[in-house]
């Protein structure tokens, strides 16, 4: 019962480094959100997907650009990583665009930029 | 006004008392309410939803939605040191896609 996993775990990047972050939910549900958890911050929404084949920005969205890959697979890319990107990512789905429903996390990304 | 507030704790409350943990949030069309339990260098686990104005019990949790003062809070009966977490507040805002925002958590410590 996998539910939502991501990948890598833990990762240390170079500024100016790219990579992907992926996410993948085995629960069959319609929208799938990437946020980022700094101290103090709390959750922050940086993208997310209503359904397969549409994305929007969240809150904090510059610096990184996502790709709903089919309705399992939603990816989080830094182009050119920056230390303020530095943050522990946390994959989300649930399971309508518009209903009351919950999100469940995957276990998180732990990203360093040096 | 942030979204949704919570304080920041920590919360401390000896093995066995109750708990309890309270939100505000500002937007007054909020339809669906939402705590979460997060362990150091854990991610977010759901352990309580309430949608209507009231209380909603579940085994040692009751959440309770006063949504004319746009509150909620969660009560936790016979805290045990497992309790000790961090919990976080999420609010669906009335927005048509399902938005969701988050406080930023109390920290709850359970002392035995």
């Known amino acids: 019962n996998a539910g939502v996993t991501q990948t890598p775990k833990f990762q240390v990047l170079k500024t100016g480094q790219s990579m992907t972050l992926q996410c993948a939910q085995d629960?069959?549900?319609?929208?799938m959100y990437w946020y980022r958890q700094d101290p103090g911050m709390g959750l922050r929404l940086i993208y997310y997907?209503?359904?397969?084949?549409?994305?929007d920005k969240g809150e904090v969205p510059n610096g990184y650009n996502v790709s709903r890959l089919n309705k399992r697979e939603f990816s989080l890319r830094l182009e050119s990583a920056a230390p303020s990107q530095t943050s522990v990512y946390f994959c989300?789905?649930?399971?309508?665009?518009?209903?009351?429903?919950?999100?469940?996390f995957g276990d998180g990304t732990r990203l360093s930029i040096l | 006004q942030k979204e949704v507030e919570q304080n920041s704790g920590p919360l401390s409350v000896p093995e066995g008392a109750i708990a309890s943990l309270n939100c505000t949030y500002s937007?007054?069309?909020?339809?669906?309410f939402f705590w979460y339990r997060q362990y150091s260098g854990k991610s977010p686990e759901l352990i309580m939803s309430?949608?209507?104005?009231g209380d909603k019990e579940d085994g040692r949790f009751t959440a309770q939605l006063n949504k004319a003062s746009q509150y909620v809070s969660l009560l936790i009966r016979d805290s045990q040191p497992s309790d000790s977490a961090t919990y976080l507040c999420?609010?669906?805002?009335?927005?048509?896609?399902?938005?969701?925002?988050f406080g930023t958590g109390t920290k709850l410590q359970v002392i035995p």
């Open positions: 989300a789905s649930s399971s309508s665009g518009t209903g009351a429903q919950p999100q469940h």
């Open positions: 629960m069959n549900h319609n929208s």
């Open positions: 997907s209503a359904s397969e084949g549409t994305t």
């Open positions: 937007d007054r069309g909020s339809q669906s």
């Open positions: 309430i949608y209507s104005n």
């Open positions: 999420a609010v669906r805002n009335s927005g048509g896609y399902q938005k969701v925002t």
